[in-house]
């Protein structure tokens, strides 16, 4: 079975752009959530969709947001972006009945 | 609120040896989950072993245990046998155990497995 794919692998961007990240979960998981992982340090946690609905929400600003689609693939988006920003961004997916979190390999973005 | 601290920020140990890694979870929940994560150079995130915190038996994979002591907020991950591919950053998270709940995470420990 196919695990969580994420796509670009890698992004450069200037600031004040703006940026969309994907993400496909493992098929049967209808549960998404998406990670800001900054160099040398843990996971951050952005948003989490359930059913195409936004289940919780990170300590973020306004410049970050996502969406699901009803084939629970989803989107990350950021505008405005900060040289802050760069860091590598991770989806996770699971069942959404408590379970695991499996994650994707990351899309590393780079803002110049 | 959950609070992860992962106060070693790097670990080494022979190959073939045993290692340690701790980790506590300090938590108003009374019920919830706690999971090993490894990262090794790639960056890709591997879930290693989960723990539930109201099951008293230690979870066991392979050659990886924890050792959870709830009331000490204690989470250690043993590793038995290290491996050079063990090499990677550890990570600790929790989530309260309610259904589509975050992870949160701490710092993580480097661990380096020398041959």
């Known amino acids: 079975d196919a695990g969580v794919t994420q796509s670009p692998t890698h992004l450069i961007k200037t600031r004040g752009q703006h940026v969309t990240l994907r993400c496909s979960p493992i098929s049967g998981h209808k549960s998404v959530s998406w990670y800001q992982q900054v160099l040398g340090q843990g996971p951050q946690f952005i948003f989490q969709y359930y059913e195409k609905e936004e289940r919780g929400r990170g300590n973020f600003p306004d410049r970050f947001s996502a969406r699901q689609f009803p084939n629970y693939s989803s989107e990350l988006n950021v505008n405005a972006l900060l040289l802050g920003d760069s860091a590598l961004y991770l989806c996770?997916?699971?069942?959404?009945?408590?379970?695991?979190?499996?994650f994707g390999p990351g899309t590393r973005l780079t803002v110049t | 609120a959950q609070t992860v601290t992962q106060s070693q920020p790097e670990m080494s140990v022979q190959e073939a040896e045993t290692v340690t890694l701790s980790c506590t979870y300090d938590?108003?929940?009374?019920?919830?989950?706690l999971f090993w994560y490894k990262q090794p150079p790639s960056r890709q995130m591997i879930l290693v072993i989960r723990q539930e915190a109201y099951k008293q038996q230690n979870a066991t994979e392979n050659r990886f245990s924890v050792n959870f002591q709830k009331a000490a907020k204690s989470f250690s991950l043993k590793i038995s046998d290290s491996q050079l591919g063990d090499t990677a950053m550890y990570f600790c998270p929790g989530r309260p155990t309610g259904a589509n709940s975050k992870l949160t995470f701490g710092k993580g420990i480097t661990l380096s497995v020398r041959p």
């Open positions: 996770a997916s699971s069942s959404g009945r408590g379970n695991e979190q499996y």
């Open positions: 938590t108003s929940e009374s019920n919830y989950y």
